[in-house]
């Protein structure tokens, strides 16, 4: 039987490639899409039918889908989340990159401007600038000083000592590196004009031994040489350049640029533009557009995805110190996704090959499956067919073998169950007769209440009309088929007896009533709180000589919680009978709905309590409270929404 199924699902498979086939010829050739809809169909009819008329098939395809949505989603969800976390490991290592090169960029900037600043406030220094030509001793001492300096900063290339009436103090580090006269004034006279301040900026260089060559360029921290006066800032007396090596900034450069394609930058933060790279011609290009400097404004470090023609960028900044300038990175997506290509290729032949695996062990499962479901088959045919007699053979413990004996046990019952069924339909028809006619009675109860109000209006009894139209109203309210009503529809039907009742005692009885907005639609078991108010007005205002008030109201509590409160100010509750209601309330709740027991004015109050426990839990129910200064107050805890309606 196997060979024969594995036979079909070759003509099936067969069947599905010729049939794909002539569906993508006819699309090809374009000449009759509807002739093409309709071989679809066809197509998917026949596919369907073919794996209905056989439950090794269908088995076998569930098999085959759940196994699919398994893996796809295992799979997928582990090569996101490991994908994901790869990105993340990328990312991360460009900004420690990033801020490494900020790091040891800002260290040597940080050196030279400290080495600057100290000779800016040194009165022997500046005493020296003043002679300068007539100090060889000083100009010994100082050289010996600066070059000892450089000799420890080898990304210090050139220190300039100029004094304003045209002598100067030159050191030369380990590359011979030369700014041409122009590029020199122009570096002195920003230094003037910041009086003072040190300034870092762009300087043009040459190297007079590679004559040819184009000109490099590095930067250069400048600073004006003021003389030390008290009671003035003092006037400018010479310009201190200290120059960096081209070389030592391109190896700066080479080695924060770790990845392939990725550049790195020293740019102005205020104009977006590049100060220095390792291109000379990109000098003063604009690397990050006004819009991108707007969103990271105020940020010392941190890093963005920026979205280009060529692809997308991921961008890293890091403030370097008090020059206005950052350290910024550009390093295209794809370079942080190419750790992720093998892990891809890896987790796609897991997948596929997890996918064989399940397949073989689904075609296995099933067959030994198949074999007593078609023996269950042909039982049920036979059911059909009137045999009740049947009987399957049981030969497994498992759940194919208990569905089996089951199936036996359902042929034994089947006789006794249909004559119960046929009995149970004549009981159900003379119960619907029975309510039938016990509906008569308050449908006559109502019509005649109506007749009240018609005579009483035409003698002029305003009071008479107005209780039968509320009695009228209560007993419609009553018959209605719903068992559920809503807390608007409820506190009508208690203003309705209320207001009968205030007729009644006349001034010896007020009542209010008040529902919370937003709980009108609240829904309760029908007369639910009427016990209650008739207990209230039983027991508390008929027995005051004074009568009372009434009090009803509705407000949220805690969550979906809504709490009902029935207040009278009339007779209290003696100790006693509070004691014995406590009693009766908690009888109630562990008899679950049972027979309460106590005097019949008290039935109504145990069945509130049963009501409410058996429908909302046992986390609801009734309070009370009775003095004679405060009056008696009946508080009922219900739910915004009942059990079946959660969700």
């Known amino acids: 039987m196997a060979s024969l199924e594995k036979g079909a699902l070759f003509r099936f498979y067969f069947s599905l490639y010729n049939g794909h086939y002539k569906v993508l010829r006819n699309g090809h050739h374009g000449t009759d899409r509807q002739e093409g809809g309709r071989d679809v169909r066809g197509f998917m009819s026949s596919v369907s039918r073919y794996i209905g008329k056989s439950l090794y098939r269908k088995i076998l395809l569930s098999y085959l889908l759940i196994v699919l949505c398994i893996v796809f989603v295992l799979v997928f969800d582990f090569y996101f989340r490991t994908a994901e976390d790869l990105r993340t ?24 401007k400290s080495f600057a600043w100290n000779y800016f406030g040194d009165f022997d220094f500046h005493q020296f600038v003043m002679g300068m030509g007539t ?11 600066i070059s000892n300096f450089v000799y420890n900063h080898p990304i210090v290339t050139n220190v300039v000592i100029l004094q304003q009436d045209g002598f100067s103090l030159r050191v030369g580090g380990l590359v011979s590196t030369t700014i041409a006269q122009n590029e020199m004034q122009r570096l002195t006279d920003a230094a003037i004009e910041a009086e003072g301040k040190g300034l870092w900026l762009p300087t043009d260089m040459y190297n007079p031994n590679t004559a040819g060559e184009p000109p490099g360029y590095t930067l250069s921290y400048v600073q004006a040489i003021r003389n030390i006066s008290l009671t003035s800032p003092g006037r400018v007396i010479g310009v201190m350049v200290f120059t960096l090596s081209p070389e030592a900034l391109a190896q700066w450069l080479s080695e924060s640029e770790s990845s392939v394609g990725s550049r790195t930058y020293l740019v102005d933060k ?8 390792r291109e000379m011609e990109e000098r003063g290009a604009v690397i990050v557009p006004a819009e991108e400097i707007a969103l990271q404004q105020g940020q010392l470090k941190g890093h963005y995805f920026r979205e280009q023609n060529s692809g ?3 961008i890293v900044f890091e403030n370097l110190g008090q020059t206005g300038w950052a350290v910024v990175s550009e390093i295209p997506s794809r370079q942080l996704t ?11 032949w897991i ?9 073989l062990l689904a075609g296995f499962i099933s067959s030994r499956t198949i074999n007593p479901l078609k023996l269950l088959s042909k039982g049920m045919k036979s059911i059909e067919k009137g045999n009740y007699s049947v009987e399957l053979p049981v030969r497994t413990e498992d759940e194919v073998g208990y569905l ?11 006789n006794r169950l249909i004559s119960k069924v046929y009995e149970a339909e004549i009981v159900k028809k003379n119960a619907e007769i029975k309510s039938l006619q016990s509906q008569i009675n308050p449908h006559f109860l109502y019509n005649t209440l109506g007749v009240i109000d018609s005579i009483a209006s035409m003698q002029g009894d305003d009071r008479v009309s107005f209780i039968s139209r509320s009695l009228a109203k209560m007993f419609r309210y009553n018959i209605s088929g719903d068992d559920i009503s809503s807390l608007d529809a409820e506190f009508e039907q208690i203003r309705l007896y209320l207001a009968i009742q205030k007729i009644r005692f006349d001034h010896r009885l007020d009542y209010s009533i008040y529902l919370e907005p937003g709980l009108e639609q609240v829904p309760i078991p029908k007369l639910l709180f009427q016990p209650l108010v008739e207990n209230s007005v039983n027991h508390g205002i008929s027995r005051s000589l004074e009568g009372g008030i009434v009090r009803l109201e509705a407000i949220s509590g805690e969550e979906d919680e809504v709490q009902v409160k029935i207040w009278n100010n009339g007779l209290p509750i003696d100790a006693e009978r509070q004691e014995w209601l406590s009693g009766l309330l908690q009888d109630a709740s562990q008899e679950d709905g049972g027979a309460p027991r106590g005097a019949s004015s008290s039935i109504g109050l145990s069945n509130v309590q049963s009501r409410i426990q058996m429908l909302y839990g046992r986390q609801c129910g009734i309070t009370f409270s009775s003095d004679a200064e405060y009056g008696t107050t009946f508080t009922l805890r219900i739910k915004t929404c009942l059990p079946d309606q959660e969700g």
């Open 338 to 348: 190419l750790s992720i290509d093998d892990f891809t290729t890896r987790t796609i």
């Open 312 to 314: 997308g960028q991921l």
């Open 351 to 359: 997948g596929a090959f997890t996918l064989l695996i399940s397949m």
């Open 404 to 414: 089996s004996a089951s199936f036996n046990r359902m042929t034994r019952e089947i």
């Open 270 to 277: 205020q104009q977006g533009t590049i100060v220095y790279s």
């Open 135 to 145: 100090d060889p001793e000083g100009q010994s001492s100082y050289r010996g000083k």
């Open 89 to 112: 490991q990328a990312v991360d290592h460009q900004v420690r990159m990033t801020q490494q090169a900020a790091s040891t960029l800002n260290a040597n900037l940080t050196n030279v």
